[in-house]
């Protein structure tokens, strides 16, 4: 068991390690999860930057690692009102006139606590938010506390994410990861060895905005091999929003995606906990060498939606009150 203060491709990072798994974070790039290796196995599980596209990372961390979306996807004109609050945002998609992903992805965490035993290496990375420390609380006007701990032993990394609502006043909270999964992950293997499954119940049909028209649709039959067999996710362009309805594995309910090398008959779990109710699934365009299950706690555009938050997702925090949610990583 081992953490351990280093340099990485430049800047400052930490190393996790277990006799297993070899874990890497990046504090200053909103305590991103951009490593995580199964030793034993030999699987690469995370799309990590190399040190030719660092500075990508740095303007675009969404596709590396596990960035933390807050809000994810999409906000209509950037605007919404909840509780007769109205919360203006920049326009980040200029051609579809929307606010997308959030910023905390990008802003400095500081390392609050680790600890090391036995069995387990855990580190908890913070970052506060309020009047002087202003990036988001510009304009999102509520003063919190985002605390991602990471806890890895020799059969999974467990990420585990928390608000804690320090205003006088209920915090709308949506949550993301924009997960971009290494595909091929495998040594001698294509990509068109993988096939991935995931979770998905209803697809939101999309307006050309990439915002939902609120219908739920059935998956087409394509999609449909996300809950069976499994859907190949590569060779041409896949942008759907969906929500969760949980698989059965090994006889047992199961949220969220498995990505499988059908050849040598290994996979890549990235398992979410009830939280997170929505995903989106996208790969780029299909021919870059990842694909990115994304979890959502509520739908695209879900403060919005003329819709009950039951089917959306939408929820607040209350004052003085904690929100936290749950994923984990393991191969087997």
């Known amino acids: 068991m081992n953490i351990e203060k280093i340099k990485w491709n430049g800047i400052d990072a930490v190393l996790l390690e277990t006799k297993v798994y070899e874990a890497i974070i990046v504090p200053s790039v909103g305590a991103n999860l951009v490593k995580l290796y199964n030793k034993q196995k030999k699987v690469d599980i995370l799309h990590t930057p190399t040190a030719e596209e660092m500075d990508t990372f740095i303007n675009r961390p969404q596709i590396f690692g596990v960035p933390l979306l807050f809000p994810p996807n999409r906000i209509e004109d950037g605007t919404y009102t909840f509780a007769g609050k109205k919360y203006n945002y920049p326009i980040t998609i200029p051609a579809q006139n929307n606010y997308h992903h959030g910023i905390i992805k990008s802003q400095v965490f ?39 701990r990471f806890i890895l032993t020799d059969n999974e990394l467990t990420h585990i994410v928390s608000f804690q609502n320090l205003s006088n006043a209920p915090m709308p909270l949506g949550v993301g990861y924009h997960t971009p999964i290494r595909l091929p992950f495998f040594k001698n293997t294509e990509k068109s060895d993988y096939k991935l499954r995931l979770s998905a119940g209803k697809r939101w049909e999309l307006t050309d905005r990439s915002l939902p028209t609120e219908e739920l649709l059935n998956l087409s039959d394509e999609e449909a091999l996300l809950r069976t067999e499994g859907m190949t996710v590569t060779g041409k362009p896949i942008e759907i929003a969906l929500t969760d309805e949980a698989l059965t594995v090994n006889g047992k309910p199961y949220h969220g995606a498995i990505l499988t090398n059908t050849k040598d008959k ?65 191969v087997k």
């Open 110 to 148: 500081t390392v609050t606590h680790t600890r090391m035993s036995a069995d387990a290496v855990e580190v908890e990375a913070t970052f506060f938010s309020n009047q002087i420390n202003n990036a988001i609380f510009t304009d999102f006007p509520h003063e919190f506390i985002c605390r991602i």
């Open 266 to 330: 290994i996979s890549v779990y990235y398992e979410v906990d009830s939280q997170f109710k929505h995903w989106t699934l996208w790969n780029n365009g299909g021919e870059v060498d990842w694909v990115c299950p994304e979890p959502q706690t509520w739908a695209i555009n879900a403060p919005n939606l003329k819709l009950p938050a039951s089917v959306t997702g939408f929820q607040a925090v209350s004052a003085g009150k904690t929100w936290s949610g749950t994923t984990r990583f393991y």
